[in-house]
């Protein structure tokens, strides 16, 4: 009877009110399990491989948090067995993590953030070449009701925003300077369209150079060109990821 009062007691209560609990429900029967916080993730992603670093205990419950274990004859029924542990396991992976309202907006305010410094990262002001700061680009994200996308990470997220904040602010995905490197001129007028703007044009006895700015969204078909028609001989040199101005930052 003691062991059974013992997860009742205001200790272990308390301990099992500070946790990750991931649910699944099966044959009508709903199955608990308690995880550290944050660690659910990373064994999902395969950051975290020892799974006592993710669950509180190998029990399963019925209702973590008031500290109700699940019964044996519902677990042999829901996973075929009535070892724990394996019925961890497969909640752990198939489960839901329960998230709160404090939690949930935490998650949405950082995924939003992460948005704002990916489009910082990719952009400049058209006319002064110049970085756009996050905070400018995270106001005018709210101010056009940017709404986050569920599966789908940052980068593809600003991507597709930007066509949108291009019509309320003067902001352009910057361009990439490259160097293009190949032995003749048989295919120089193809070369020199996929860039915007040609800064270098030689010709000599090794062959023609080209540096210039380039659309970020143009660099494979570049590679592709330069790898087709050279069979592999060209050589292509990214100068830089983000042709930028230097001086302050643009902030208004």
């Known amino acids: 009877m003691s062991g059974r009062g013992a997860i009742k007691t205001p200790t272990n209560q308390k301990v099992l ?4 609990v991931v649910r699944l429900k099966k044959f009508g029967k709903r199955f608990e399990i308690a995880c550290y916080k944050n660690k ?6 395969k950051t975290e491989k020892d ?3 993710v669950l ?8 973590v948090s008031k500290g109700q274990h699940a019964k044996k004859e519902d677990l042999k029924e829901a996973f075929g067995t ?21 939690e949930r907006q935490a998650a949405s305010d950082s995924a939003f953030k992460e948005v704002s410094q990916m489009l910082a990262s990719m952009v400049v002001n058209p006319e002064t070449k110049r970085p756009i700061p996050p905070s400018v680009i995270d106001k005018a994200l709210h101010e056009i009701h940017f709404a986050l996308r569920p599966g789908r990470n940052a980068k593809q997220q600003a991507l597709e925003v930007l066509p949108r904040l291009k019509e309320t602010m003067k902001i352009e995905r910057a361009k990439m300077r490259v160097r293009v490197s190949v032995s003749g001129r048989q295919f120089e007028a193809r070369l020199k369209a996929l860039f915007t703007t040609v800064e270098v044009d030689n010709f000599d ?13 143009q660099f494979r078909g570049l590679e592709d060109l330069v790898k087709k028609e050279t069979k592999g001989e060209g050589r292509i040199e990214i100068l830089s990821l983000k042709d930028v101005n230097e001086g302050e930052l643009e902030i208004a």
């Open 56 to 63: 509180q205990t190998h029990s399963v419950f019925s209702n």
């Open 82 to 102: 009535e070892d724990t542990l394996q019925c961890c396991l497969v909640i752990l992976e198939k489960g839901d993590l329960q998230v709160s309202d404090k």
């Open 205 to 217: 006895e090794e062959g023609l150079e080209l540096v210039g700015l380039l659309e970020p969204g």
């Open 51 to 53: 799974v006592d670093e």
């Open 40 to 45: 659910v993730v990373n064994w999902r992603n």
């Open 17 to 20: 009110t500070n946790v990750a």
